[in-house]
């Protein structure tokens, strides 16, 4: 199941390619404070939802359809089967030209994933996973298996850190810039790159430390998050707890350092 979901998730990627070389023409809509969808994030979606159902039927958790439903209540995906579909995590990247952005879809059973599939089109990068079998790296224009480290021993001064926080003038963006301003302080550095599922990609495959962010959709992490407990990253909320997919933050690193994240963070008002 999880090669066939690969090859759609190829196939998306070469469609969102095609929708590339139309950028300046593209129409946007605007979510009402969910951010901006371009027609390319909804006719990708649409392919993936068509494609995918014919692998497994199941419920439909897409970011774009989500949006037009009466009924926004994330209850009705947590019994079932469903696929969690980001057709492209990253849209304000993509819109600029900005190769860091991702197709993202998991398949889920009873709220918890069983596949995840991570796919950067621009760079043919593909961080794939099924639950308990492990996690793969793959660059798919080469047809390579590529090797990362399971373990690391880094102190949160030495690390890289990647990040998501809100508009700073709302009260909750206010909080999440102090605890930017000081990760800053604490970390070798801190980057923001604008898409969810790579950051935590990324974490998995040690090219970043820790990631956190809050106010996160399902769509966003559901694939990167089963990717990153697959390769020995440990994933809880902003508080240490158990992580749970329909909350709304997230944070990622490897054991000792997510200890020592979360107490540093700890010392934070939230």
């Not at 089967?81 to 009873?110: H, K, Q, R």
């Not at 599922?197 to 694939?223: G, Q, S, T």
């Amino acid at each position: 199941m999880l090669n066939k979901i690969m090859g759609v998730v190829k196939e998306a990627g070469e469609l969102i390619e095609e929708f590339e070389k139309k950028l300046g023409s593209l129409k946007l809509t605007n979510k009402q404070g969910e951010g901006i969808a371009s027609e390319a994030d909804i006719e990708v979606e649409n392919f993936l939802v068509s494609e995918l159902t014919k692998i497994q039927k199941g419920k439909i958790l897409a970011e774009e359809s989500f949006f037009r439903l009466e009924d926004k209540n994330f209850e009705n995906f947590k019994t079932g089967s469903a696929w969690v579909i980001d057709p492209i995590d990253g849209t304000n990247n993509f819109l600029n030209n900005i190769p860091f952005y991702s197709v993202c879809v998991a398949f889920m059973d009873e709220a918890q994933v069983q596949y995840g599939v991570v796919y950067n089109p621009k760079n043919k990068e593909c961080f794939v996973a099924e639950k308990n079998k492990g996690m793969q790296f793959h660059n798919l224009e080469q047809n390579v298996l590529k090797g990362f480290r399971k373990e690391s021993s880094k102190k949160l001064e030495q690390s890289v850190v990647s990040l998501g926080f809100v508009c700073p003038r709302s009260s909750r963006g206010r909080v999440d810039y102090e605890r930017f301003q000081r990760m800053l302080d604490k970390t070798r550095a801190v980057r923001k790159f604008g898409s969810a599922a790579l950051d935590l990609c990324y974490v998995a495959i040690d090219r970043i430390d820790v990631f956190y962010e809050y106010n996160l959709k399902p769509w966003d992490i559901a694939a990167a998050s089963l990717i990153c407990q697959e390769a020995n990253v440990k994933v809880t909320d902003l508080d240490g707890h158990r992580f749970d997919l329909f909350s709304r933050d997230i944070l990622a690193a490897k054991e000792p350092l997510l200890t020592e994240t979360i107490e540093f963070m700890n010392n934070f008002d939230r």
